[in-house]
């Protein structure tokens, strides 16, 4: 797809979740009316905000919070897209097929036609962050696609740590990668190890900007969650989740290719992030930075393997002589 302009706005939406989830995508429904309304081209959601962060406890009945791609979700952004005249990234609960469910990002078009579905790839399993339970890892592979404003990738939360997953991503043409995200703190830890997991978090993004020439979006969300959710039946489910819950810290940010931080949002309030994409500067970026030239693509087969042990293992190019 041709993208003439040579900018673009994007929107990063920090929400605060409740346990409905109706009332929640009511919330995420107006912030993209507001979104469009300021200028933004492509708005993009926190991950799984349909719902508190569920994945803080292990529970059956949380499996039916899930729904097919395409389904009701992806119908009502497609609508309000169209509406609004906006490119839509949003992160769902996909039920696949029985017993098998993803943690899915769905990129919308202006038009409200799906152009992109990603499963996220790596999935954690941490204290309060049981993703393993619910969702199998993703099979679509790391992709960009394009809208009317353009080319994008999409990875969702833990993706953000490991550089394969933004290098693929960046070598198909996206001008911008998108973490939709859920990360915080949890309060025991956050006096002594706060400062320190926030700025890890911010550094290895911007590094992702850097390395390939890209802007790098972080969509957060904000507020101390317990994965408090209420179930289409009426029931809510309540503050099962062991210990003091998970602050999220919010900080959503949109950094340039050359990783400064060009708009941010704050640790705890509701925001739309509102950044422009400058497609010159990415050409300006890699001419002076040529990483993606001077990478050494015939040396780099190693790098499927889980780990190296040097005392069995002949790496390609370290010969002795």
């Known amino acids: 797809m041709s993208h003439p302009a040579q900018k673009f706005k994007v929107a990063l939406v920090q929400m605060r979740m409740g346990a409905?989830?109706?009332g929640n995508f009511a919330s995420a429904l107006k912030h993209i009316r507001e979104a469009a309304r300021l200028g933004a081209q492509i708005v993009c959601l926190p991950e799984l905000f349909r719902t508190q962060y569920f994945c803080q406890r292990e529970d059956l009945r949380l499996f039916d919070l899930a729904e097919p791609i395409p389904g009701p979700s992806t119908e009502k952004l497609g609508a309000v897209g169209r509406e609004a005249g906006v490119a839509i990234v949003a992160s769902?609960?996909?039920r696949r097929a029985p017993g098998l469910y993803h943690n899915t990002a769905?990129?919308?078009n202006a038009t409200g036609e799906i152009v992109g579905i990603y499963r996220k790839m790596h999935i954690p399993d941490d204290p309060l962050y049981y993703e393993k339970y619910y969702f199998a890892p993703g099979d679509l592979g790391f992709q960009a696609v394009d809208t009317a404003a353009g080319r994008v990738g999409t990875l969702v939360c833990w993706?953000?740590?490991y550089p394969e997953g933004a290098r693929l991503t960046a070598l198909q043409g996206a001008e911008v990668l998108f973490y939709p995200t859920a990360?915080?703190?949890h309060p025991a830890e956050k006096d002594e190890y706060g400062a320190a997991q926030y700025d890890a978090w911010r550094t290895i993004q911007r590094a992702h900007a850097i390395a390939n020439g890209v802007y790098v979006a972080a969509v957060n969300r904000v507020g101390l969650e317990h994965g408090e959710v209420k179930l289409?039946?009426?029931e809510v489910l309540g503050n099962r989740a062991s210990g003091q819950g998970i602050e999220f810290w919010g900080g959503?940010?949109?950094a340039d290719p050359f990783g400064r931080v060009i708009a941010k949002a704050g640790h705890d309030v509701e925001e739309i992030v509102l950044g422009e994409v400058d497609r010159a500067l990415i050409e300006e970026t890699r001419r002076n930075w040529p990483?993606?030239?001077d990478r050494r693509v015939d040396a780099y087969a190693p790098i499927t393997q889980r780990f190296l042990d040097v005392a069995h293992t002949q790496i390609p190019g370290n010969e002795r002589k």
Do not use: H, M
Request: proline letters at 4%; aromatic letters at 20%; a negative charge.
């Open 291 to 293: 990483f993606l030239r």
């Open 92 to 94: 769902l609960f996909e």
């Open 159 to 161: 993706d953000q740590w």
């Open 183 to 185: 990360i915080g703190w």
């Open 232 to 234: 289409a039946n009426g």
């Open 20 to 22: 409905d989830p109706e």
């Open 252 to 254: 959503s940010f949109l």
């Open 106 to 108: 769905v990129t919308l």
